[in-house]
Every structure is written in C-alpha cells, then in structure tokens.
C-alpha cells in the first residue's frame, strides 16, 4: 500500500530511501512545482500569523548575529477586559524581513490540520510520536541561522520560492545534544558534501548530526521542515531501567559495606536479573511499550464523546484512529488497544473495523460498519462513540 511518504520522496522509492539514506546519508530529490501545492500556502501562514494569539515560542525571527531585541517585533495591546496581551506589531514584522531576518513558525502541525495529519502519518511509519514541523519564511540572502546540525531527522519541502543549502558531513557520530562540546572537533562542521538550490517542489532529507547552512535567493521562500526524534540505545535503556524498578531487588540497598564475598553474590544476582530481561525479542518488547505510551496530539471530537445522551456518530461521519502508534493485541475473545498511555478491552468481532482504520487515514462509520460484516449498523455507531470518549478514535476533520 503506498504511503504519503512514497508521494514525497517519488521518484525515488521509500525502498531505495529506507535502504541507502535514512540514518545514513542526506537525499535531494527534485520535484514538479505542484507537488507540495495542496500543503501549505502563503494564505496558510497569513491565517496562523493573523487568526492566533501571539505566542513567541511558536513565531519568532531569526538573523545571524541579531539578538531578540534586535529582531523586536511585537507591542503590548488591551483586550476589551483591560489585560494586556502580545500581538505582531505588522510593520515592524515586514521591516525585519527586508533587512534579511528569517521567520520561523515552530509546531505548525498543532494549528494546520493536513501539516498535522501528514507529520501524524510519517510519524507512525517512523514509529515516533516525537515530531514537529517547523516552517522557514525568508526574503533575502541573509542566513537566520549560522551553519548548525539538527539533533533530528529533517525532511526539507519547499514549499515557495527557493533556498540555498550547504551540507557539511558530521564531525561526531550519531550527536543527541548540541551542548556536548567533551569531543574534540565536534563544533567544527566537516568535510563540503553537498551544495545546491531546493526549488518549488523539492525535497532534502537531512540525517541528524549533518552540518548545514541554508540562504534564500532572490525570490520569497517558504519551506517546511519536518522533524523526527530519534529512538536509540539509549532509550531502550531508560525503559529497561523502568522495567528493572518494579522490581523488589533492584530497588534494595546495594549491601556496600558488607564483606567481599557478599557483593560478589549481590553482583551475580544483579547481572542475572537484568540478563534475563535481556533476551533476543527485548527490543520488539521495547518498541511495543514505546507505542503504547507515546502521547498522540491533541483531537477534540466535540459533541461526540461528551456523551451518547448528547451526540452519535451518523453513518457518513469520518473518523480516525487518534494515535497511529496504537497497538493491538489480539486474545481468544477480545482485542487489547494500547496507546497514549491507556489501554481498552474490545470485543474481537471489532478486528475488521480496527484493522480498516490503522490501513486507511480515515473512514466513515458506514465504511466500518460494511468492513464488519453482518455487525449492525447501530452497534457499530456505539462502538465509534465509546472509541471516541476514550480518546482511542477521533473525528476526521
């Protein structure tokens, strides 16, 4: 079944990309000018910038070697109950622009509906809730940020316009935190690898740790930049030792001033006790307790889920899984969902309807109910409710 991602990275296959690039190696891949078209426009940013409360954690500018008082850009107003409160001074906005700053929208995906479906879907084949999409605005040949790396996988969609990049290699394998300066040489990019210019259309897959500049040209440019978190060793170790915590042992005093024939059996029992959790399926025990806890983004479904008394689902109501990273776990009469931290017990007759929605973005309730066979109708729009008041599906907007 093709993926939003094979739409993205066409024409090269996500096999060819999985196989030679993620992790790996960065990846241009040029694109018709209408590939990203129906994503995100100029409108798309006039209505965040214009419809939102200002929030400076979200909308900010950028400009080497300009502090945020340099890059000024807000006044305080009164709201009709006489608070004070942030809004974009307008002009001074447009006059930053022009003297080269850049503006960055970060966490697009929580006030775009398709930014936010799109970053959800590469997010469950990434197998990481830990993403984010952050938009570029720039209208000269003036860098916001100095050459820098990412502590994420970035995916690079011009959107409008066009950007200049400059990829260096990484001076550190596989980095997690930019203020880690123990190594020598890992705050100096390395050696040029790439250089050339995104167009409308383009994409540019960037792995953590590669170093890169980007600068506009000429023309006002508009890119989106998707981010993934990593998942690592190291958070395989975390989880372990939240495994380990529940256990009575491991939560003991270590006996550290009894005799050297006593910490040696202490020693032994410590290996033996995290050995045994250490066994050839751990990491697919790992992953499937990731899932189950990452915490989807926020979808109200409102009046479904206030209550049947209120609301029920009609047949043509659309309707989604919240957290693609749910699991399923199937017993002899029932199904186990886990996901956002919870968990559920279904009946198993519900397998097809599930399965129709962690296949598809979403479906309608008339849809599940002919995925479900000879299930009534109405005891399917019941289940849909108590799906949704549980937080485990959502409307479709």
Not at 60 to 72: E, I, K, P, W
Not at 283 to 300: C, E, G, K
Request: net charge negative.
């Amino acid at each position: 079944m093709k993926t939003r991602l094979d739409g993205i990275l066409d024409p090269v296959t996500s096999e060819e990309f999985f196989g030679r690039h993620m992790f790996k190696e960065p990846l241009f891949v040029r694109g018709s000018v209408d590939k990203f078209a129906s994503l995100f426009t100029w409108s798309s940013l006039n209505r965040i910038l214009s419809y939102s409360r200002h929030d400076p954690m979200r909308v900010h500018l950028d400009r080497v070697g300009a502090s945020d008082d340099d890059l000024r850009f807000t006044h305080r107003v009164r709201n009709v109950r006489g608070e004070n409160i942030i809004r974009i001074d307008v002009p001074a906005m447009y006059q930053h622009l022009r003297e080269g700053a850049t503006l960055v929208v970060d966490a697009v995906n929580e006030v775009e509906p398709e930014i936010a479906a799109l970053t959800e879907e590469l997010g469950a084949l990434f197998s990481t809730s830990a993403a984010t999409t952050v938009l570029f605005a720039s209208f000269g040949h003036t860098p916001g940020f100095a050459v820098h790396w990412d502590s994420r996988d970035v995916y690079a969609l011009q959107i409008e316009g066009e950007k200049h990049w400059s990829i260096y290699q990484p001076s550190r394998v596989a980095p997690l935190d930019r203020g880690d300066a123990s190594i020598a040489g890992s705050r100096e990019p390395g050696p040029p690898w790439w250089e050339g210019t995104l167009r409308r259309g383009d994409l540019l897959y960037i792995p953590r740790g590669w170093w890169h500049e980007v600068t506009s040209t000429d023309s006002p440019s508009l890119h989106l930049n998707f981010g993934f978190a990593p998942l690592t060793g190291v958070d395989f170790a975390t989880w372990l030792v939240e495994e380990l915590r529940a256990l009575d042992f491991m939560r003991k005093d270590m006996p550290r001033f009894a005799g050297h024939e006593a910490l040696e059996d202490y020693s032994y029992s410590l290996v033996s006790m995290i050995t045994e959790r250490l066994h050839p399926s751990c990491v697919t025990d790992f992953l499937a307790a990731w899932r189950a806890r990452a915490r989807p983004q926020t979808h109200v479904s409102l009046p479904l889920g206030a209550g049947q008394q209120y609301a029920s689902p009609r047949p043509s109501h659309r309707v989604r899984l919240v957290n693609p990273l749910c699991e399923v776990v199937e017993e002899d009469s029932s199904l186990i969902l886990r996901g956002g931290g919870r968990e559920i017990t279904i009946p198993h007759w519900t397998s097809p309807l599930i399965d129709r929605l962690r296949t598809t973005t979403s479906a309608s309730v008339a849809e599940l109910a002919d995925a479900g066979g000879d299930v009534p109708l109405k005891e399917v729009r019941s289940l849909v409710n108590w799906l949704i008041e549980r937080g485990f599906v959502c409307t479709a907007l």
